[in-house]
């Protein structure tokens, strides 16, 4: 069994940053792309920030140059760094990872969210 855990979300100011991260835990035996996804309330999920296993990244246009995702395979971690934060970033947070498990073949996972609210 493999878990998502996210962390990081809250509330913040215009202008403001926010890291967010999402462990992965379990019989893991190698981690591949790992993607951030968000979701405004009414509106459809959107694709934020991916990084694939050798480190390759893309962004979504909105998030360009203020938006950083990164990993850390010791740790089975991805993080998203949030700088300038905006009042149209306010979402909840989704991770996503296509993880190879012990003994089996690679599977995609979801975490549970974590809510990133900017307001003033």
């Known amino acids: 069994q493999v878990q998502l855990v996210e962390s990081g979300g809250g509330l913040v100011e215009p202008g403001g940053s926010l890291r967010l991260s999402c462990a992965a835990s379990?019989?893991?035996?190698?981690?591949?792309?790992m993607v951030w996804y968000r979701q405004a309330p009414g509106k459809e999920r959107e694709l934020v920030a991916g990084?694939?296993?050798?480190?390759?990244?893309n962004y979504v246009d909105s998030v360009k140059g203020r938006f950083t995702i990164s990993r850390d395979n010791a740790k089975n971690t991805v993080y998203l760094q949030m700088n300038s934060l905006k009042l149209e970033d306010t979402a909840v947070y989704y991770c996503?990872?296509?993880?190879?498990?012990?003994?089996?073949?690679?599977?995609?996972?979801w975490g549970q969210g974590t809510q990133v609210t900017v307001s003033s």
């Open positions: 996503n990872a296509v993880i190879g498990v012990i003994g089996g073949s690679p599977q995609r996972y």
């Open positions: 379990g019989s893991i035996f190698s981690m591949y792309g």
């Open positions: 990084i694939s296993s050798g480190g390759n990244t």
